[in-house]
């Protein structure tokens, strides 16, 4: 049995960055990255923007060049599937083959939610949008004037709305909830982006549920509750996604929304560890004294992945999030700073360049939505990381310097 030294799972931008993380830290022994795509890791932000538009060729989408994977050492194992982690016995199954581990890092990522197959979600022309293989199966079928229905108005199913707009489709973005972003943005920020729809012609209806899916074969339709039908050729879930926890949960590790691990980014199991959309980490207080936090976003991928690579060499560092977003949508840039949860005030600045969004929570600021302001991301970013809470009636005011208040 081959002992293929530090094994990760999964091979996108948390495994990368864990990967490349080991070598820099001086890591000298084998490391192996197994994936099931057969493409070595690569950025997914871009799959549904410039991938779709065409404004990004395949090879700008690779996260590091095949070089560097030769020159580091680091073996990549692509196409193929782990069927099977033992704790106990340190190994990792692929089909008819077993590898051993010395650690091993859980970076599988989240699969989205789809359609069951009786409401028409295994129709042909619906897709997700996670992976290179949806955007390539989707693109052909993006022409001018064809229609096309997102179901789901979160920030995956806008950017696509957005982006198959500009490319001339006729556009219908339909959302259960009583408004767009419902679940991650305040009603301001969902105001604001709702125009910038309105102003391309997508349109958007909120608080509409889905009956079905019409087609015999191809998707042709979009059945609402109620029995209203709007005309499809493509029809885009998103609905959201599911931490892809099935290895760990077979093989007996703790999952909790997600695969849960310590501060320090280390599952149930010894040797065991878990980085970026699959993981769940602990952070605030819960009813218990202690939540748990998952964050979807390259940013956290990032970040945790570096700290469990450190902490696999002995760093002994707890993870301290520093969460940070992004939506491109249309020629206009949302930028993200914080979390939002448990706000209970807006406080709206206009600049003359864009606006932006800040949350609190009675005094203390939690987030910023920074729309074409990347100074009021950039400022806010700092202040929330240094915990620093401006002056509400000083941030509204469109007067206020707000690099001064990096020196309050």
């Known amino acids: 049995m081959e002992n293929a030294g530090i094994v990760i799972i999964g091979a996108g931008q948390a495994a990368a960055s864990l990967a490349a993380r080991l070598r820099?830290?001086?890591?000298?022994?084998?490391?192996?990255?197994?994936?099931?795509?057969?493409?070595?890791?690569?950025?997914?932000?871009?799959?549904?923007?410039?991938?779709?538009?065409?404004?990004?060729?395949?090879?700008?989408?690779?996260?590091?060049?095949?070089?560097?994977?030769?020159?580091?050492?680091?073996?990549?194992?692509?196409?193929?599937r782990v069927t099977a982690i033992d704790p106990a016995a340190r190994t990792v199954t692929l089909g008819d083959e077993v590898l051993g581990y010395e650690q091993l890092a859980l970076t599988t990522g989240a699969t989205p939610r789809r359609l069951p197959a009786a409401m028409g979600g295994d129709l042909d022309g619906v897709f997700t949008v996670r992976n290179l293989?949806?955007?390539?199966?989707?693109?052909?079928?993006?022409?001018?004037?064809?229609?096309?229905?997102?179901?789901?108005?979160?920030y995956i199913g806008l950017e696509a709305a957005s982006v198959a707009s500009k490319l001339g489709m006729m556009v219908t973005v339909i959302e259960a909830a009583p408004r767009i972003l419902g679940r991650v943005a305040s009603p301001e920020t969902a105001q604001a982006i709702r125009e910038m729809h309105d102003a391309h012609r997508v349109r958007i209806l909120e608080g509409v549920g889905i009956e079905a899916l019409v087609g015999s074969n191809h998707v042709t339709a979009v059945r609402l509750a109620g029995g209203a039908e709007i005309a499809a050729d493509i029809v885009i879930t998103g609905i959201g996604v599911t931490p892809d926890t099935d290895l760990a949960e077979a093989a007996g590790l703790a999952c909790e929304n997600g695969i849960a691990v310590d501060a320090y980014g280390q599952t149930s199991a010894p040797a065991v560890w878990a980085a970026g959309d699959c993981a769940s980490f602990p952070y605030g207080a819960g009813p218990s004294g202690t939540g748990r936090l998952r964050l979807e976003s390259v940013g956290n991928a990032i970040d945790m992945a570096e700290l469990v690579a450190d902490?696999?060499?002995?760093?002994?560092?707890?993870?301290?999030?520093?969460?940070?977003?992004?939506?491109?949508?249309?020629d206009e840039k949302l930028q993200i700073a914080g979390l939002n949860t448990g706000y209970d005030r807006i406080v709206t600045r206009i600049s003359d360049v864009g606006q932006s969004f800040w949350y609190y929570a009675g005094e203390r600021l939690l987030a910023v939505d920074a729309l074409?302001?990347?100074?009021?991301?950039?400022?806010?970013?700092?202040?929330?990381?240094?915990?620093?809470?401006?002056?509400?009636?000083?941030?509204?005011?469109?007067?206020?310097?707000?690099k001064a208040l990096l020196k309050a």
Not at 33 to 47: D, F, M, T
Not at 135 to 151: Q, T
Not at 387 to 395: K, L, Q
């Open 24 to 80: 820099s830290k001086g890591h000298a022994g084998a490391i192996t990255i197994i994936g099931a795509e057969p493409l070595a890791p690569y950025q997914r932000p871009p799959l549904s923007k410039a991938y779709l538009l065409g404004d990004m060729p395949l090879d700008r989408l690779l996260l590091r060049s095949d070089d560097f994977w030769a020159e580091q050492k680091i073996t990549l194992r692509l196409g193929q």
């Open 133 to 154: 293989a949806d955007i390539d199966g989707l693109k052909p079928l993006c022409r001018a004037g064809a229609a096309m229905v997102v179901i789901g108005g979160g």
């Open 311 to 330: 902490n696999m060499l002995g760093a002994g560092i707890a993870y301290v999030p520093k969460p940070w977003f992004w939506s491109d949508q249309f």
């Open 372 to 402: 074409n302001d990347s100074r009021a991301y950039m400022v806010g970013k700092r202040l929330i990381e240094a915990g620093r809470s401006p002056d509400p009636i000083a941030i509204a005011d469109p007067a206020t310097d707000l």
